[in-house]
């Protein structure tokens, strides 16, 4: 069963009210009244099952990590982790590369991956460390194929607009 959307009154037609469910209050209102052909009310008949509420859409019950010692007692059939926002890139490596050793899932992995940091010719770790999530974000690669297909589009009708006005 999919979870029902309350929105708020008139949210549909006032731009300024946004659709964020809020209790009706109004005397003749509508919603409040609960009239025929209007949004239905929260109440605890819309409750999700108990086996199922709290647990991550995968069924998965979730662990947040944001220390190694938080990874004990993790169970790859049971559970899955959601890394702390708090977490700087070195960290998250290095527990994303220790969580994938467990073979457990996680939520928010991020565009980071996983590897043996690499030395620059300086030698620090923390150096080459440094620009890897800049460069991860920068490369094309990441860019969707629909982004590349529509640069590619608009720079195919540039071409052939600069073509004709040479033409006449």
Do not use: C
């Amino acid at each position: 069963m999919t979870k029902y959307a309350f929105k708020r009154q008139e949210s549909w037609r006032l731009k300024r009210v946004k659709p964020a469910w809020r209790r009706a209050r109004g005397g003749t209102s509508r919603i409040r009244l609960e009239a025929s052909g209007w949004p239905r009310t929260p109440n605890i008949g819309f409750k999700g099952h108990g086996s199922t509420r709290g647990l991550h859409p995968s069924g998965l019950e979730e662990r947040r990590v944001s220390q190694e010692r938080d990874l004990q007692g993790l169970d790859a059939k049971k559970h899955i982790v959601r890394l702390s926002h708090q977490l700087g890139e070195k960290k998250r490596l290095a527990l994303v590369d220790k969580i994938r050793r467990l073979n457990v899932k996680v939520a928010n992995p991020g565009t980071l991956e996983a590897s043996e940091p690499t030395q620059r010719a300086g030698g620090e770790e923390g150096e080459a460390m440094e620009g890897k999530l800049s460069e991860t974000l920068d490369s094309e690669s990441n860019l969707a194929p629909t982004h590349k297909a529509a640069e590619e589009s608009a720079t195919e009708s540039e071409t052939s607009v600069i073509e004709e006005e040479d033409k006449s």
